[in-house]
């Protein structure tokens, strides 16, 4: 919001003229972090994911246009094979000193049933070019996650969802996988066809194999109104269960220190189109940044004048085709943390989680984020038989995150909460096979398929034991 920005910067900046010193020591926390060798001693060019928290120096690159492809680099590639997508995780997942394999040639729409609503899509095609794809032909996917960069073979790698009572993550609207497997083997598999090798391998973390094509379940393209309105947190956490109820898609970021949450609803309409207008998220982040850096010290005062500067805005208000309206852009680079907890548990950690952070990480300026996702029924899933609530924590790319794993991760893990595949947690085998139910029964089908461990660097040894 233009008003919002103007007004924090306007506050933060009139009162950083008498706190020089604090301004200067955050100029020095601000500088770059040091750029990694574009090569190693061998030669072998980087890859580093979005955040910059992971990198390798993988041997091979590849990027099959085909199956036959695929299927003959994943017979005779260097291991371990790591296929890699936007590198928008933040876990280890892709790093690799054998093959980092892309999928960018195998993108686009295959087929589509216009009666049955369904969509073939080879799976490397980004998220961002499967939304207008799929609107030409009148269909769209019911739900979409906050960022749409991803490739959508990654997106179900680590069950990247939305929000929305009721809506499932992406992968719980799959009908059919194409996979070709450590061996080279083509395969495909549906809930009638290979069951045990479709419910492992939606969430497969890229250790199944690589997906080749996947068939969607969509929806008729719908016009939808999304409303960003800033209201009190505590009003918010009370007539939470209720708002999600009430909309289509709900969600909200806590913005820490100021009182302040940033409600975001989409509801199905039939208004005219009113296009949303120049995204102003990034700079009301930085104005964010611009008061903490200011007042980090006097964490009262800053929520005082936070939370004047943010009464009385206005929301904002965008109708149109909803594959346009609910992911966003997201150009500050940031870490994440996610755990997905039972329904009836969000709530509650939300306020340990925000109350810890506003106690003992002044540092913090980056929103907390809540959505809610249904229960589906593939094996890997954090919503496996369980209507979740998900509770995501940020930082800065340029700094410290030691606060998660500290005063975060144990609040989510004590309301049982299953980790974003994604994102960070300190999670291993043992931990995992006592939140998953279906743990053992998908690592012993990823084993039939890589008994060589082909698939698999360090952090994949780890989750699976």
């Not at 506050?11 to 020591?25: K, N, S």
């Not at 500050?332 to 039972?342: D, N």
């Not at 306020?351 to 249904?374: H, L, S, W």
């Not at 960070?424 to 060589?452: I, T």
């Amino acid at each position: 919001m233009t008003t919002r920005r103007k007004v924090l910067l306007g506050g933060a900046g009139v009162l950083a003229l008498g706190a020089g010193g604090l301004v200067g020591r955050r100029v020095w926390l601000d500088r770059e972090p040091a750029a990694l060798p574009a090569t190693d001693a061998q030669g072998r060019v980087v890859w580093q994911n979005w955040s910059g928290l992971e990198h390798s120096y993988p041997a091979q690159r590849a990027a099959p246009a085909s199956d036959a492809e695929l299927a003959e680099l994943m017979r005779r590639a260097p291991v371990p094979i790591r296929p890699v997508g936007a590198g928008h995780s933040f876990t280890a997942l892709v790093p690799t000193d054998g093959t980092l394999l892309s999928m960018d040639r195998m993108t686009g729409l295959v087929s589509h049933d216009a009666t049955a609503m369904t969509a073939t899509v080879r799976a490397g095609t980004r998220l961002s070019a499967l939304g207008p794809a799929l609107a030409a032909i009148g269909q769209e996917m019911p739900n979409l996650p906050d960022i749409n960069k991803q490739t959508l073979a990654g997106a179900m790698a680590t069950a990247t969802h939305g929000t929305g009572k009721g809506l499932t993550a992406l992968h719980g609207e799959v009908t059919a996988l194409k996979l070709v497997t450590p061996a080279g083997e083509i395969v495909q598999c549906s809930r009638d066809t290979k069951p045990e090798l479709f419910h492992s391998a939606r969430v497969g973390l890229g250790a199944f194999g690589v997906l080749s094509e996947v068939t969607l379940a969509n929806k008729p393209l719908t016009r939808v109104r999304k409303e960003v309105r800033l209201v009190d947190t505590d009003a918010l956490l009370k007539d939470w269960p209720a708002l999600a109820a009430r909309h289509r898609n709900a969600e909200f970021l806590v913005l820490p220190f100021t009182g302040k949450s940033a409600l975001i609803t989409h509801d199905v309409t039939d208004e005219p189109v009113r296009p949303r207008g120049p995204d102003q998220d990034a700079d009301t982040l930085m104005s964010l940044k611009t008061l903490r850096d200011v007042f980090e010290f006097t964490p009262g005062l800053r929520k005082q004048l936070a939370s004047a500067a943010l009464e009385d805005i206005p929301p904002e208000i965008a109708i149109d085709e909803g594959w346009k309206l609910l992911s966003n852009e997201r150009p500050v680079r940031f870490k994440e943390m996610e755990y997905h907890v039972p329904i009836d548990q969000q709530v509650g950690a939300l306020r340990g989680i925000i109350a810890r952070i506003e106690r003992d990480a002044t540092d913090v300026f980056f929103p907390i984020e809540a959505r809610i996702i249904a229960p589906d029924d593939a094996w890997l899933s954090p919503f496996y038989s369980q209507e979740s609530g998900s509770i995501a924590v940020h930082a800065y790319y340029k700094e410290a995150h030691d606060w998660m794993p500290r005063l975060v991760e144990p609040v989510l893990r004590e309301a049982g909460g299953r980790p974003h595949w994604g994102k960070l947690h300190s999670l291993g085998a043992a931990e995992l096979a006592k939140l998953y139910p279906q743990f053992a029964e998908a690592n012993a089908v990823r084993r039939s398929l890589d008994p060589d461990g082909r698939m698999m660097n360090p952090f994949l040894r780890k989750i699976f034991g």
